[in-house]
């Protein structure tokens, strides 16, 4: 298993030391969680602060998008740095073209499905991406539970992706410790965010490297 930390539970007021400690407790890659106010209930970074972080980390940075118009900001993430900008298909862009547009900056596309939506919602993108992110907590803050009951939506991807011979990596984000990690790897997940689960740790390092062992 991949770990993507999740920068929403750092310290944000001490943003580069934080980004540079979890780089160097063994992260695969950053989770950096994007909210406009209007896609979700909260409001967090956008591009200045993460071009601001890139000196940082040499990890690939994971952008998710929780924004409603991710077509019209793609570019700014690039720039500011991003590896992977993935973006929800419940979002207002159209997403052939935010996902081609993605790719034309030289990132990497995906995109995310909330808890409601079904995983067939992401097969006519699947060999367009680079990686599918499902939500298993309700996009919009770091801390709550997680939801077990997507697990049949990641088994369901995975099976798909298998089937058709592609590499596209699924990533779960959302309420994943040491406690629920078992459950994503069995499903099939490659790549899990964990917020709390790494930030709150006694010993990040530890938890990186337990979630790392699945
Ligand atoms: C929620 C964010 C997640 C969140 C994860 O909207 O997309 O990345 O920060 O945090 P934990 O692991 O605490 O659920
Ligand atoms: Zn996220």
Do not use: W
Not at 112 to 118: A, G, I, R
Not at 170 to 194: H, P
Request: glycine share 8%.
């Amino acid at each position: 298993m991949k770990v993507a930390p999740s920068m929403l539970s750092c310290d944000f007021s001490k943003m580069g030391e934080e980004t540079r400690r979890i780089s160097k407790a063994g992260a695969d890659l950053l989770h950096l969680d994007v909210m406009d106010g209007h896609f979700v209930p909260n409001i967090t970074i956008g591009p200045s602060v993460i071009a601001s972080i890139r000196p940082c980390s040499e990890l690939p940075f994971d952008v998710h998008l929780m924004i409603d118009d991710p077509l019209k900001y793609a570019e700014a993430f690039a720039k500011a740095g991003a590896d992977y900008i993935t973006f929800h298909v419940e979002a207002s862009s159209d997403i052939d073209e935010t996902i081609e547009k993605i790719r034309s900056l030289g990132v990497k596309p995906g995109i995310v499905l909330k808890p409601k939506t079904p995983a067939e919602a992401a097969f006519p993108y699947l060999d367009k991406v680079d990686m599918v992110l499902v939500m298993t907590v309700e996009p919009g803050f770091g801390g709550q539970s997680f939801m077990e009951d997507m697990m049949p939506k990641v088994r369901a991807l995975r099976n798909e992706i298998d089937r058709r011979g592609l590499s596209t990596l699924i990533e779960a984000d959302g309420g994943i410790s040491e406690k629920t990690i078992a459950a994503c790897s069995k499903a099939g997940v490659d790549i899990a965010v964990s917020g709390t689960g790494v930030f709150k740790a006694k010993d990040p390092a530890e938890a990186i490297r337990k979630l790392q062992s699945y």
